[in-house]
Nanobody
Framework: VQLQASGGGLVQAGGSLRLSCTAS?????MGWYRQVPGKQRELVAI???????VYGDSVKDRFTVSRDNVKNTAYLQMGSLKPEDTAVYYC?????????WGQGTLVTVSS
């Protein structure tokens, strides 16, 4: 599975951004993780093909993950962004026994 991510960039605190990730074929789970230098990669949000979602604690109530199963595309709508959301965001896709990663996209939130 190949993943193509888009979106990201620079935004002021309190602003919004949207990330997209398109998979080369249908896959069970899609979503995002993020990582800052010196820290472990952390869960942002995952959505299953049936719409079931899981969010990291730090983004609950601010971020929304969705997907279009026809387009094999997942979206991450990020709102009320904080400087601590600054990270490289990695698109993720996975099945029961597999995991795939897209290229990272940098999100920078200025204070």
């Amino acid at each position: 599975v190949q993943l193509q991510a888009s979106g990201g960039g620079l935004v002021q605190a309190g602003g919004s951004l949207r990330l997209s990730c398109t998979a080369s074929r249908f896959i069970f789970k899609m979503g995002w993780y993020r990582q800052v230098p010196g820290k472990q990669r952390e869960l942002v949000a995952i959505i299953q093909n049936d719409g079931t979602t899981v969010y990291g604690d730090s983004v609950k109530d601010r971020f929304t993950v969705s997907r279009d199963n026809v387009k094999n595309t997942a979206y991450l709508q990020m709102g009320s962004l904080k400087p601590e959301d600054t990270a490289v965001y990695y698109c993720y896709a996975g099945g029961t026994w597999t995991a795939y990663w897209g290229q990272g996209t940098l999100v920078t939130v200025s204070s």
